[in-house]
Structure formats: structure tokens, C-alpha cells
């Protein structure tokens, strides 16, 4: 069956370090994948996209990678600050125009 | 504003109550999602609109839930006779491209609402 799993719940990390968050799945082969940020209580708010054909993007502190060989996406947050706590979601950007969201991680960055 | 728009923000249901939650979307934004989100998971595709036609409603949970956008602008996504597990977050988003077998170009970014909140007692 088709699976987007993003390797945590939540993820804890002192202010300065560098969070690196991961998203895996199963059965899709999606040419795109996207990134999204969530607060509570808001919608979400993209970030990234990245296509199948580039390794890695880069946007400020925010650099992603896409490998379809593993299927998975890591995306990280260089030089973390409390501000960039918050629910990270993937999603994979089906032929169809759908996207298809993982269950997100809740990153918290302490001072 | 130039955003997303959802009303109402929060709806408070009893159990076999209809409910309507309104979606107006970026100006001139030719797609339309609804999503589902339950407490602690990520966005469940609902349905989608190209303009004012229906493209995908493969998402929706059962034939109590109907979505119409007639004019390819404001959306409308009813519930009747609502069930306490209907009790989620409702995210409307738009684009302002369409799908890729249509417009050649893909959906790329969705801009969301801030979504309805419905809770069913």
C-alpha cells in the first residue's frame, strides 16, 4: 500500500543547531515533493518544492534533498531559532495535481 | 486581504445537524482543494475543482459530503447529518494553475485558509 511517513512526532533541539527532518514513502513515485510549515491553528504555508531531477534545494536556512532511489527527503533548518518552531509537513505532488500530505513533525527549538 | 478565505472559523454541531463551511479563494485562482485534517495528522485530499467543475471528489468520506463551486470562484463544503467523527479541521486551498492533463503546467504550491474547525457534540 502507499505510505508518507515523516520519521518523527516531534523533534526537540537546542536554538543554533542544525534540525534535520525526514520524510520516506512507499508506492509513489511523485516527480515533485513539497514542503509545508504549520502553526497551530493556521493552515499550512509552503516552503520548498523540489523536483525528481535535482538533488537539493536551497532557500536561506532551509535546504532540502529528494532522493527517488531512497524515496525519501530530508529537510533541514541550519542555525535553528525558536521562532522556527512549528509542524513540518511533506507532500508528494502527484500526476493528478493532488498532494499528498505525511502526518508532519512538530519541531520545537529551545532558547 | 489577498488570501484564502474560510468561514466560519470554528462550528460547534450536534450530532445529525447539516453544516455548510465557505471557501473563498484567491482571485483568479483556477484550482480548489478541500482537505481534512484530524487532530494530530496531516491533510486528507477531499475533493477538487478546476474552475467551476469537479474534477476529483474520489477523497470524500461518504455521500453526506457535497462540495459545489457554481461560479469557479467561492466554494461551499457541506456536511448533513453530521457524525461526531466528521469532528476535524476543514483547509480549503487554491492555485492559481490547473492540472497538468488541462493546463500543461503542474499545480505547483497551494495557498491555504486558515481552515473551519467543526466539532461535533
Known amino acids: 500500500s502507499q505510505k508518507i511517513e515523516q520519521n518523527s512526532e516531534a523533534l526537540n533541539i537546542q536554538e543554533g543547531k542544525t534540525a534535520t527532518l525526514t520524510c520516506n514513502y512507499t508506492?509513489?513515485?511523485?516527480?515533485?515533493l513539497q514542503w509545508y510549515r504549520q502553526d497551530p491553528g493556521r493552515g499550512p504555508v509552503f516552503l520548498l518544492l523540489?523536483?525528481?531531477?535535482?538533488k537539493e534545494k536551497r532557500k536561506e536556512r532551509l535546504k532540502v534533498t529528494f532522493d527517488t532511489t531512497l524515496k525519501q527527503s530530508l529537510f533541514h533548518i541550519t542555525a535553528s531559532q525558536p521562532a522556527d518552531s512549528a509542524t513540518y509537513l511533506c507532500?508528494?505532488?502527484?500526476?493528478?495535481?493532488?498532494?499528498?500530505f505525511g502526518k508532519g513533525t512538530k519541531l520545537s527549538v529551545k532558547p | 486581504g489577498a488570501g484564502v478565505s474560510q468561514s466560519p472559523r470554528y462550528k460547534v454541531a450536534k450530532r445529525g445537524q447539516d453544516v455548510a463551511l465557505r471557501c473563498d479563494p484567491i482571485?483568479?485562482?483556477?484550482?480548489l482543494f478541500w482537505y481534512q485534517q484530524a487532530l494530530g495528522q496531516g491533510p486528507e485530499f477531499l475533493t477538487y475543482?478546476?474552475?467551476?467543475?469537479?474534477?476529483?471528489k474520489s477523497g470524500l468520506p461518504s455521500d453526506r459530503f457535497f462540495a459545489e463551486r457554481p461560479e469557479g470562484s467561492v466554494s461551499t463544503l457541506k456536511i448533513q447529518r453530521t457524525q461526531q467523527e466528521d469532528s476535524a479541521v476543514y483547509l480549503c486551498?487554491?492555485?492559481?494553475?490547473?492540472?497538468?492533463?488541462?493546463?500543461?503546467?503542474?499545480?505547483?504550491?497551494?495557498?491555504f485558509g486558515e481552515g473551519s474547525r467543526l466539532t461535533v457534540l
Open positions: 486551498a487554491s492555485s492559481p494553475r490547473g492540472r497538468p492533463e488541462l493546463a500543461g503546467a503542474r499545480t505547483g504550491e497551494l495557498f
Open positions: 523540489i523536483r525528481e531531477n535535482e
Open positions: 475543482f478546476q474552475n467551476e467543475a469537479q474534477l476529483d
Open positions: 507532500a508528494l505532488d502527484m500526476e493528478n495535481g493532488n498532494l499528498i
Open positions: 482571485s483568479g485562482h483556477v484550482s
Open positions: 508506492n509513489y513515485s511523485p516527480a515533485y
